[in-house]
C-alpha cells in the first residue's frame, strides 16, 4: 500500500482475553483507540477468530495516520498461544525502542494472563455419603437442592469411583493421586483407618499432594473439615503429617475423624473390642473364681487365698483400663485445631457445621483477588450423626437425612459466595463423597444411621460397587458444558493430574501418578476413560480387577475374594461393623469371579465359561494387568502397622497442662470476643 506524504503506518498489538481486551498503542505515540472501538474491535477479533468465549489470542493491527485519523488497513500476523510464544514473532519488526516497550508489556501482560487463566478450585467431600443419597442421582426424598444444582451446572459423572473403600486410604489417595498401597496407607491388620489421635503413622512427608503443587504455584490453600491422615511422628509438636506439613497455608476442623464416641449417648464404635477385650476375659476370670471357690469349699482341691487375690486384681484392673478408655477416649481424640493450635477439646457439636462453613465462605472472601484452593471436608455424614435446630428433625429419614440436608445447606452457602463475588465462572467446583454409605450404621436404638448405596451392592470397607461407586460432580461454568452425564469410569485420583495441570504445574516426574487428567474428557475432546484398568484394594491386598476395553462397551469386573456377609444374606457385615480383608472373613475365588459392569451393574450374576465364550481370555487379560501392575510397587513402611496405630502418651495433644483433662473451648471464646 502507498502512503500519501501526511500519513504513516503505525500497528497496535490487541490482546483479547476471557473478560477483556487490551491495546497497546506501540506505533502511535502512546496513542489509543476509544473505548468503544475497542470493544468492538475485541468482538470482530473474537469472531472472526472463532474464538470461544474462555481463549485469548493476540492480533497485530495495521494503522494509517493521516488528516481524517485512524482507519483500519489490514489484519497482519494471527497469533495464538501463550503471550511468551508472541514475543519472538512479532516484535521483530519494531524498532528497538518500541521493542524493549512491548516487550514490557508482554511480559506484565503476560503475569496476568497467566493469573487470570487460573481456575480457583472448591474441593467439596462428604465423609460416608451414598451414591445414592443425592437427588440428583435419583434420590426422591432426601431433600439436596444445592448439590442438584451444582449437577445441573457442570457434569455428573455416573461411574466414578473411591480408590479405597475406606476414609483413611481414600483421602490419601485423593490428595496424591496415587493407589494408597504405594504411600504406605495401606493396613495388613484388621484395622485400616487411624483410631487415635496419638498415632504416629500418617501420610509420608515425602508424598507430593496437589495442595503442595498449588502453593509453590502461588495458590492460598486452605482445608476445613476433617483430615483423617495423621499428624505427628516422634513428639506432640513435629506435625509431621499434619496438613500445614502438606501444602496447606490454613487448616481448620478435625485432624481425625467423627466417631460414636465423640458425641455423649451415641453409643460407641469400640463395643465389638470391648467385647472380646474386656467382658470375655471378665466372664473367664469370674468363671475360675467360682469354680476354684466351690472345689476349696468341697475340699477337692487347696486354693492358696494369693490366687484368688490376684484375679481379683486382674478383674479390677481390666475394669479400670476400661472405665479409663471410656472417660477419656472423647477429649484425647475428640477435638477441633486452627493450625497447630487445638480450639476446642472435646469438640462440640452445636452449629459445628455453620461455624465450618462459615470459616470456608470467610476464606474465599479473604482470597477473592488471588488464585485458591478450598478443600472443604465435610464431618458429614459419618457418625456421629449431627445438626443444627435448623435441620433436627426436619427430614423424612430421620438423624442421617436431617445431616445430608444440612450438609446440602453448606454446599448452597459456598455457590452463593462464589456467586456474590463474582468467582463462579473462574472456579471449578467438586462434590464427592470418600467412599459408599456404611449400610452396617445402626445405632443402639435401632435406627438405620447409613446411607444409600442405590442399586449398588455393598457398601463401606468393600470393594462391591456400593462400597465404591461414589457422588462426582464438577462445574465450570464456560469450560465445561452444563447438564452433562458421563458413564466412563474415573477415580477421586483424577481430581489430582486436574487440579495440578489446570494450575499451571508440571507433575511429578519422580514417581507414578495414578489419575488421569479428567479435562478431555468433561471437555468432550475424548469420549473414553482414560483408565483402562483399575485396581481395587481391600487395605492392603488386592482385591479386584476392572477393565474397560477400549474396542467394547463392557466393563469387566474380577474379583480374586470377596467378603463373607453377615447374617447370611445380609448386604454386609453387620457382626464385625465393617467387612475385613483377609483370613476367614473373606471367600477366595479361583478362577476369579466376573462381572460385566455394563451389563449387571448390581453385581448379581457372576459369569462363568458356559455363559461367557471368553472366559478365560478376559480373566487372563486382567490377571497380566495385575501382575504388570504389581511389577510398579515399591516396599514402603506402612503407615498404618499396629506400631503406627497405637496410642502413643507422648503424642498426646492436649490444649491444658493439667493431667488428661484436656478441657478448652477457644472457639466460644473466639465468637464471644467478636460480638
Not at 458425641?263 to 476370670?285: A, T
Not at 448452597?412 to 454409605?437: C, H, P, R
Not at 489430582?496 to 507433575?507: D, H
Not at 466376573?594 to 478376559?618: G, H, K, V
Amino acid at each position: 500500500m502507498e502512503l500519501a506524504p501526511q500519513e504513516e503506518m503505525a500497528r497496535d498489538l490487541v490482546c483479547i482475553f476471557p473478560n477483556r481486551a487490551y491495546v497497546f498503542a506501540l506505533g502511535r505515540n502512546g496513542r489509543s483507540l476509544p473505548s468503544l472501538e475497542e470493544e468492538v474491535l475485541a468482538l470482530e477479533i473474537r469472531a472472526s477468530l472463532s474464538l470461544p468465549s474462555d481463549a485469548s489470542a493476540c492480533v497485530w493491527n495495521t494503522y494509517c495516520v493521516g488528516r481524517t485519523g485512524w482507519g483500519k488497513v489490514a489484519q497482519k500476523e494471527r497469533v495464538r498461544g501463550t503471550l511468551a510464544s508472541f514475543t519472538s514473532v512479532c516484535v521483530l519488526g519494531l524498532c528497538r525502542k518500541m521493542r524493549i516497550r512491548a516487550l514490557l508489556l508482554l511480559f506484565l501482560f503476560e503475569a496476568h494472563s497467566h493469573a487470570a487463566s487460573r481456575p480457583n478450585f472448591v474441593l467439596l467431600m462428604a465423609d460416608d455419603l451414598g451414591i445414592g443419597d443425592p437427588g440428583c442421582y435419583g434420590n426422591e426424598t432426601l431433600r439436596t437442592p444445592n448439590i442438584d444444582r451444582l449437577a445441573e451446572g457442570g457434569v455428573k459423572l455416573t461411574h466414578h469411583l473411591a480408590a479405597s473403600p475406606l476414609c483413611t486410604p481414600s483421602r490419601a489417595a485423593f490428595m496424591t493421586g496415587r493407589y494408597p498401597i504405594r504411600s504406605g496407607m495401606a493396613s495388613e491388620s484388621l484395622v485400616g483407618v487411624f483410631i487415635f489421635s496419638a498415632s504416629s503413622g500418617g501420610l509420608p512427608t515425602s508424598e507430593i499432594t496437589f495442595a503442595k503443587l498449588l502453593k509453590n504455584q502461588g495458590y492460598s490453600t486452605a482445608l476445613i473439615g476433617k483430615w483423617h491422615l495423621g499428624t505427628n511422628c516422634h513428639n506432640k509438636t513435629d506435625f509431621c503429617h499434619h496438613p500445614l506439613s502438606h501444602g496447606f497455608d490454613y487448616f481448620h476442623g478435625i485432624p481425625m475423624t467423627n466417631l460414636r464416641d465423640c458425641k455423649p449417648g451415641e453409643g460407641s464404635v469400640f463395643s465389638g473390642g470391648i467385647r472380646v477385650l474386656v467382658f470375655i476375659p471378665l466372664q473367664i476370670i469370674a468363671i475360675t473364681l467360682l469354680t476354684l471357690a466351690v472345689l476349696k469349699f468341697l475340699g477337692l482341691a487347696h486354693v492358696p487365698p494369693g490366687i484368688f487375690v490376684c484375679l481379683l486384681c486382674l478383674a479390677a484392673m481390666i475394669l479400670g483400663l476400661l472405665v479409663c478408655f471410656l472417660h477419656y477416649f472423647r477429649p484425647l481424640n475428640c477435638f477441633l485445631m486452627r493450625n497447630h493450635e487445638i480450639t476446642q477439646q472435646p469438640i462440640s457439636y452445636d452449629n459445628l457445621m455453620q461455624r465450618l462453613t462459615a470459616d470456608a465462605v470467610q476464606f474465599i472472601q479473604r482470597n477473592a483477588e488471588t488464585p485458591f484452593l478450598l478443600v472443604l471436608s465435610y464431618l458429614h455424614v459419618h457418625t456421629a450423626l449431627f445438626a443444627s435446630k435448623d435441620f433436627s428433625g426436619k427430614s423424612k429419614h430421620g438423624a442421617y437425612g436431617d445431616a445430608v440436608e444440612e450438609m446440602d445447606w453448606g454446599v448452597g452457602q459456598i455457590l452463593n459466595v462464589l456467586d456474590e463475588l463474582k468467582l463462579a465462572n473462574n472456579t471449578l467446583v467438586y462434590f464427592t463423597s470418600d467412599q459408599g454409605a456404611h449400610v452396617e450404621e445402626v445405632s443402639t436404638k435401632g435406627e438405620v444411621h447409613g446411607g444409600s448405596n442405590g442399586i449398588y451392592k455393598g457398601g463401606k470397607a468393600n470393594n462391591w460397587e456400593g462400597g465404591i461407586r461414589i457422588p462426582g460432580i464438577l462445574r465450570w461454568p464456560g469450560v465445561i458444558k452444563a447438564g452433562l452425564e458421563i458413564d466412563e469410569p474415573t477415580s477421586n485420583m483424577d481430581i489430582f493430574p486436574t487440579v495440578v495441570n489446570l494450575a499451571g504445574s508440571p507433575l511429578p516426574k519422580d514417581r507414578i501418578i495414578d489419575g488421569r487428567d479428567l479435562m478431555p474428557l468433561l471437555q468432550g475432546k475424548t469420549q473414553l476413560s482414560d483408565h483402562e484398568f483399575l485396581f481395587h484394594y481391600c487395605n492392603f491386598y488386592l482385591n479386584a480387577v476392572r477393565w474397560s476395553p477400549r474396542n467394547s462397551t463392557s466393563v469387566w469386573k474380577a474379583f480374586f475374594f470377596t467378603p463373607k456377609f453377615s447374617p447370611e444374606g445380609a448386604n454386609g457385615c453387620f457382626s464385625t461393623h465393617v467387612c475385613l480383608c483377609h483370613g476367614q472373613f473373606v471367600n477366595q475365588h479361583h478362577p476369579p469371579l466376573l462381572f460385566d459392569i455394563s451389563r449387571d451393574p448390581r453385581e448379581r450374576n457372576p459369569l462363568s465359561p458356559t455363559t461367557e465364550p471368553r472366559f478365560q481370555e478376559i480373566v487372563d487379560v486382567m490377571r497380566r494387568a495385575a501382575d504388570r501392575h504389581a511389577e510398579t510397587l515399591q516396599e514402603v513402611p506402612n503407615q498404618l502397622s499396629l506400631g503406627n496405630i497405637l496410642w502413643k502418651p507422648w503424642l498426646q495433644m492436649c490444649c491444658s497442662s493439667s493431667g488428661l483433662s484436656c478441657q478448652c473451648d477457644r472457639e466460644e471464646q473466639a465468637r464471644r470476643a467478636s460480638r
